[in-house]
């Protein structure tokens, strides 16, 4: 008998204990080592007899009397094959795919299990490779596969011996292959097993053969049988794999090669060799999910019809096969033209082009005519040869610009598995022109197929409009509310890609951020496809918030320029051509991660809205719900990076410099809040902490040793953590420095080897800001509070009920500015950062009668850290402050949104100047139309369209007053 190997805890609490390393004491204090007791001989003696009761039961021996040398079997992989077959494999097979994440899949399912690989169609070649492979990595090789001969590779001498053996009859044991599988199967060796075989002819049919199939099913049956009442039989596990040679999406209408070639999934032998020269470079193997066949039978009912079984268990293989086939080569392939046929064909369709056409008065015919020549404008044309074309530019240019690109391989399995569940909807955060391209380039790669990506209609220009059509980009006019036919054809077609199971991309923020952090989200794209769920469209979609980062944005100079109220540049050939000038540049590191996927019908479950409710506000709140969850979800894995930290230092800092010694406690103390918030770090930031990851211990016990671990915040910038944390990326934060100084945004003043000052010029705030937004996403909660705190202070308290209708107010104003978690309200947000900050040592509360007449005392330590969390919000609050003043000024005429924001810029500089203000970035055009966002959110202006403008026009209060001079008021409080 073989014992089950013994679980994790099992095996922790049996091996022999080891001395403790140097641990603390309550005071920080180091001790000595300290033995911790051993298992008892009565605990081992239990865990050893439990184990035993659920050891595997061996596999009865059919052919124990075998002699195993004298067994004809020509298909077992070679563990030496002739010079010839070497060199080839070698030149042929070094560049195909074989992820480490397989290889791990396969050694886990090998340690209690037999392994029989499944693969769809039959191939010499695919074999030959994972012979190759299985050598390179480690993996047991395969011992049967069925109508397989290894013969030809063997070794000249080796092909020799086996002549003259077969000659004499050496051979005594010809069995059957069936028999053969059970017999490898027997002594724990892997088979293979192909589904499907062909003739020499391409067009021939394959044969379905299920003989190997009711064999392994057979086997698993005796293993059940033979196993005792204290003993589990050894399970067999079948891997279903694919080795992809070709990316290309089955096709709706089947080509000319096709027909002379045969299908392209089971291609015939010529069609094989020209897939493997062309694309040998590019393939890559996929491993689907191992199928138990124990539980196979448990659940199929083990004591059926095997041939019955047999076929289940061939369909539920086929269904992981096309899972995996699915998420690689996505659904059929249909042009442009097929799908906008189908969609004006449509009965859904022709029935609202009956009602637009009996409101309007229009003929049906010219209405219908009208919507194709919209569906034509914006349809994709999806091919992969563009794709392909595409990705292989993109390999030289991001390497020219960027000197890595960071892929969050854990969160791409996790994408990678919703995939294999429903179509995907991709959205990521919107930095730059070059995110268009990342998330196709990144899916390419790693062998997932690539998306349809929403484009802007100013991107179809010549002559790239076509390559991005047929590279997957559908064009769409940035506003169609007037043009209700438009919208019905935008409608209809996003409907018709999640029908037909396209993998969608679009930007929920709408367009680029010019600031660096998430912008709001729009929710008109995202309606569509929840609403196409509820309508039975599909049975349901993955969102998957996506962060796509960059330690430097190449549209950095027309950002800032846009910003200080500069129009925007319109995408043209001229354009395109002045771009190139950016190839002989490097932008740092390209970071792409992945959050949680979000399941669109879980979350409609999760509210109880149903598809047949028909409340708006139910469905409303609903929307702006997963909205925001997406939103947040981009949050969660932004990217910490040595210029947002460095940024950030130098922008909080409230005088004209600051030493360099200063700026790395303060990025020290930034490194430890994003620690505890869980943030993730650049690979610089991780391999700087990791070097001096002593020194920073030695911080931590030196903070325990003094009492003072539970204020780290009240501490912060002076705590010995941050510190130990700013000296470990001293390096990586001087770089960023320089950088900046080269490109003339900050200054240096020496005076002393070790005595720098770094300021930033005034005038390049806003650049800088960009980067600082990249990770204020974190400190959010604590600038809220910190402001709400310091701006009702009287004689040195406040209250909890002051303070908390200060946060409420600077949370609802700042609503366009900050995406908050919408999972945890207000009240929550409010309640735990209170906490926080007691438990942290910023404040001291004293009680009172009740909850809201508690008071609220900052501590003489935390001093310092609140006026940091403080000047967090400063720009914002000053932006917000300047603007009201500016709406006051024209409460009594009507003024253009053009007129009102560079009026607003223009009293912000005289007010830096005359030093009301310290934010030079207050006066952010953005932040002003956010601002405008807000103030009619609160009834206090109102829009209305004239020409191309905007004409803003203030609300009177009832006395005649406008509201903005006591906004204006209040906002001034939060600046001091």
Known sequence: MERHALTPLEAKALEPSEPAAGSSSGTGAATAPVEEPRATAEVQEALVAQARERRLARPPQRWAELDDKRVLNTSAMLERRNLLTRMLAHLAFRKVGFDERHVRTIRDQARDADLVYVMNHHSLLDYLYFNYVFLRVGLPLVYFANKISMVPFRPLFRMALYGLRRLFRYFRHRLEPTERLAYGLERGRPALIYLKTRTLWPWAPEKLDNTFLEALLESQRERIAAAGPDERPRPIHVIPQLLVWTLNPDRYRKSFWTTVFGNPEAPGRLRKLINFLLNRRRAFVQVGKPIDLVEFLAANGDQGDVGELARSLRYTIHQGLSIEERVIRGPVLKRARRLREEILDSARVKAAIGALARESGSSEKALSKEIGGYLKEMAADFSMTYVEFMCMAMTVIFSRLYSEMVIDRDGLERVR???????????????????????????????????????????????????????????????????????????????????????????????????????????????????????????????????????????????????????????????????????????????????????????????????????????????????????????????????????????????????????????????????????????????????????????????????????????????????????????????????????????????????????????????????????????????????????????????????????????????????????????????????????????????????????????????????????????????????????????????????????????????????????????????????????????????????????????????????????????KTYVV
């Open 417 to 971: 598995e919703a995939g294999r569940k429903a179509p995907l909807i991709l959205l990521p955060c919107h930095r730059s022109h070059v995110d268009y391209l990342v998330i196709s380039y990144t899916f390419y790669a790693n062998g997932l197929i690539a998306p349809h990506i929403a484009a802007g209609k100013n991107l179809n220009f010549f002559p790239v409009g076509k390559l991005f059509r047929r590279s997957g980009a559908f064009f769409i006019r940035r506003s169609f509310k007037d043009n209700p036919r438009y919208g019905m054809a935008f409608r209809e077609y996003i409907r018709k890609l999640v029908k037909e199971g396209y993998w969608i991309e679009f930007f929920l923020e709408g367009g680029r951020s010019r600031t660096g952090k998430m912008l709001p989200p729009k929710f008109g794209m995202l309606k569509i496809i929840v609403d196409a769920i509820r309508a039975g469209a599909a049975k349901d979609v993955y969102l998957v918030p996506i962060y796509v980062g960059y330690e430097q944005v190449i549209e950095e100079g027309a950002f800032t320029r846009e910003l200080r109220g500069g129009a925007k540049k319109k995408e043209n050939i001229t354009a395109l051509l002045n771009a190139t000038q950016v190839l002989w540049s490097k932008y740092g590191r390209l970071y792409v991660n992945f959050a949680e996927p979000i399941s669109c019908r879980e979350a409609l479950d999760r509210v109880g809205l149903a598809d047949d409710d028909e409340d708006p506000k139910a469905a409303t709140a609903f929307l702006h719900t997963l909205g925001y969850r997406v939103s947040h979800g981009i949050n969660s894995v932004a990217m910490v990076t040595p210029s947002s930290l460095a940024a950030s230092a130098l922008l909080f800092h409230p005088k004209r410099g600051a030493a360099f010694s200063h700026i790395l406690r303060r990025v020290g103390f930034l490194l430890e809040l994003a620690h505890l918030k869980g943030a993730r770090l650049s690979k610089t930031l991780e391999h700087s902490l990791k070097i001096h990851r002593q020194d920073i211990v030695a911080a931590k016990e030196e903070l325990n040793a003094s009492g003072l671990a539970g204020e780290l915040l009240a501490l912060g910038e002076h705590s010995p953590v941050a510190y130990a944390r700013g000296q470990a990326v001293g390096d990586a934060i001087a770089e960023a420095l320089g950088n900046w100084q080269k490109n003339k945004l900050v200054q240096s003043h020496v005076f002393g080897e070790d005595d720098v000052v770094w300021a930033v010029d005034p005038a390049h705030r806003i650049n800088l800001d960009f980067y600082k937004n990249n990770i204020v996403h974190l400190l959010v909660p604590e600038a809220i509070m910190a402001t709400a705190v310091r701006s009702t202070m009287e004689m040195g308290t406040t209250t909890v009920a002051r303070v908390m209708e200060g946060a409420a107010f600077l949370s609802r104003t700042f609503q366009y500015e900050f995406v908050f978690d919408p999972d945890r309200g207000f009240a929550t947000a409010f309640r735990e950062t209170l906490a926080w900050f007691e438990d942290g040592g910023l404040i001291r509360r004293t009680p009172g009668e009740d909850f809201s007449d508690v008071r609220i005392a900052i501590t003489e330590r935390g001093a310092d850290t609140m006026a940091l969390f403080h000047r967090v919000l400063l720009p914002w609050v000053e932006a917000y402050w300047l603007l009201a003043m500016t709406l006051d000024r024209h409460a009594d005429e009507p003024v253009t949104e053009t007129a009102l924001v560079k009026d607003a810029q223009t009293i912000g500089e005289r007010r830096y100047q005359v030093g009301d203000i310290t934010c030079t970035e207050a006066s952010s055009s953005v932040s002003f139309q956010h601002a405008l966002d807000a103030y009619a959110e609160f009834g206090f202006l109102t829009r209305a369209r004239k020409g191309r403008e905007k004409l803003i026009t203030c609300t009177p209060a009832e006395d005649g007053e406008g509201p903005f001079a006591d906004l204006a008021e209040r906002l």
